[in-house]
């Protein structure tokens, strides 16, 4: 029977010992496929033969996935969190509401934990899984008039054959819309969301290169042994419409002043409000300095500039980067 691209699916399983594989508990709801990024060596030699001889061997076993960019939504956004900045698992209560809290902070003094996955992928003609997957960059990204937008470069130990695990049921997701969003921009030594940049952001991109790395080491197997966590990478690349508040903002980038900055979505009404929030949210909390202003562009006519903030710890803020995720989902299934 051929594979049939409609067919195609997702399965993640959240392991409890890294690199040991486990069978899915999770449908992602997305896009993307398996990729056996074994490396086959053909190694050059003078043996009177002009086409080679078919002598090769394999050094190294890997196996990666892209989720290709789809509308984040509330419910399985944690997923890439989890995978790729801490392992949390169970949402904090908030009160007697029934949200339940995802904090998801980037370390700084001292390494998190993450969650390793096993990911199932394939179609009806065969099925794919790659163990101890973490993600390696991921990027949300949005603009007026859409969704916010989530796309993921997994790693994982090796690919093989495999059989989907069954009787999974597809979750019921609320996708986060970009004109639910809200941009605060504070003093360094204020209070995180408290003046709001109204009318003025067009779109948005949060780029993150988590610093997480496959070693590799003589440990009797092809594939890496264990994963390691080097410095991150975060930057959020904005479009201001050309106000005041875009100028003032490139007054900042001019004297290198630090900010915090905070990119606020809101969805729907949980079923009980908590103490902190009553709505499904997605908190995305930076400290840093603009990093670069482009010169003024233009959008259907409009002037509009582009700019980049990089997010980098300030001991007066106490904040480096931190992502949270409100839902009302009781643990990460």
């Given at each position: 029977?051929?594979?049939?691209?409609?067919?195609?699916?997702?399965?993640?399983?959240?392991?409890?010992?890294?690199?040991?594989?486990?069978?899915?508990?999770?449908?992602?709801?997305?896009?993307?496929?398996?990729?056996?990024?074994?490396?086959?060596?053909?190694?050059?030699?003078?043996?009177?033969?002009?086409?080679?001889?078919?002598?090769?061997?394999?050094?190294?076993?890997?196996?990666?996935?892209?989720?290709?960019?789809?509308?984040?939504?509330?419910?399985?956004?944690?997923?890439?969190?989890?995978?790729?900045?801490?392992?949390?698992?169970?949402?904090?209560?908030?009160?007697?509401?029934?949200?339940?809290?995802?904090?998801?902070?980037?370390?700084?003094?001292?390494?998190?934990?993450?969650?390793?996955?096993?990911?199932?992928?394939?179609n009806n003609q065969q099925a794919e899984e790659m163990e101890y997957s973490h993600v390696a960059d991921f990027k949300l990204s949005g603009k007026g008039g859409e969704a916010v937008m989530v796309e993921a470069n997994w790693v994982g130990r090796q690919a093989s054959l495999s059989t989907f695990t069954g009787a999974l049921s597809?979750?019921?997701?609320?996708?986060?819309?970009?004109?639910?969003?809200?941009?605060?921009?504070?003093?360094?030594?204020?209070?995180?969301?408290?003046?709001?940049?109204?009318?003025?952001?067009?779109?948005?991109?949060?780029?993150?290169?988590?610093?997480?790395?496959?070693?590799?080491?003589?440990?009797?197997?092809?594939?890496?042994?264990?994963?390691?966590?080097?410095?991150?990478?975060?930057?959020?690349?904005?479009?201001?419409?050309?106000?005041?508040?875009?100028?003032?903002?490139?007054?900042?980038?001019?004297?290198?002043?630090?900010?915090?900055?905070?990119?606020?979505?809101?969805?729907?009404?949980?079923?009980?409000?908590?103490?902190?929030?009553?709505?499904?949210?997605?908190?995305?909390?930076?400290?840093?300095?603009?990093?670069?202003?482009?010169?003024?562009?233009?959008?259907?006519?409009?002037?509009?500039?582009?700019?980049?903030?990089?997010?980098?710890?300030?001991?007066?803020?106490?904040?480096?980067?931190?992502?949270?995720?409100?839902?009302?989902?009781?643990?990460?299934?």
């Amino acid at each position: 029977m051929a594979g049939v691209k409609a067919l195609r699916k997702i399965q993640l399983g959240r392991e409890t010992v890294a690199g040991t594989a486990v069978a899915a508990t999770a449908v992602w709801r997305g896009m993307g496929v398996i990729e056996d990024q074994r490396e086959p060596v053909f190694p050059e030699e003078h043996v009177g033969i002009l086409g080679g001889v078919d002598r090769q061997y394999t050094p190294k076993l890997q196996a990666g996935m892209a989720f290709d960019a789809v509308p984040a939504t509330y419910e399985q956004i944690f997923h890439i969190f989890e995978a790729g900045i801490k392992t949390v698992g169970t949402g904090a209560a908030d009160g007697a509401g029934t949200d339940k809290i995802y904090a998801y902070p980037f370390p700084t003094t001292s390494l998190n934990t993450i969650k390793t996955y096993t990911i199932e992928g394939g179609n009806n003609q065969q099925a794919e899984e790659m163990e101890y997957s973490h993600v390696a960059d991921f990027k949300l990204s949005g603009k007026g008039g859409e969704a916010v937008m989530v796309e993921a470069n997994w790693v994982g130990r090796q690919a093989s054959l495999s059989t989907f695990t069954g009787a999974l049921s597809i979750p019921t997701v609320e996708e986060i819309l970009f004109g639910k969003g809200k941009l605060y921009i504070d003093a360094i030594g204020g209070t995180l969301g408290t003046t709001q940049v109204t009318a003025t952001l067009l779109e948005m991109s949060l780029e993150v290169k988590t610093g997480i790395l496959p070693k590799f080491t003589a440990d009797g197997a092809l594939y890496f042994t264990f994963h390691q966590f080097t410095q991150p990478e975060i930057v959020l690349n904005l479009v201001y419409e050309h106000n005041a508040s875009a100028e003032a903002e490139r007054v900042k980038w001019r004297a290198g002043t630090a900010s915090q900055v905070r990119v606020k979505f809101e969805g729907s009404t949980v079923a009980t409000p908590g103490t902190t929030y009553s709505v499904k949210t997605l908190l995305i909390d930076l400290a840093g300095k603009y990093e670069k202003f482009e010169k003024l562009g233009d959008q259907d006519g409009n002037d509009i500039v582009a700019c980049t903030f990089r997010a980098r710890y300030n001991s007066t803020a106490a904040l480096f980067a931190s992502l949270t995720v409100v839902n009302e989902i009781a643990s990460v299934p």
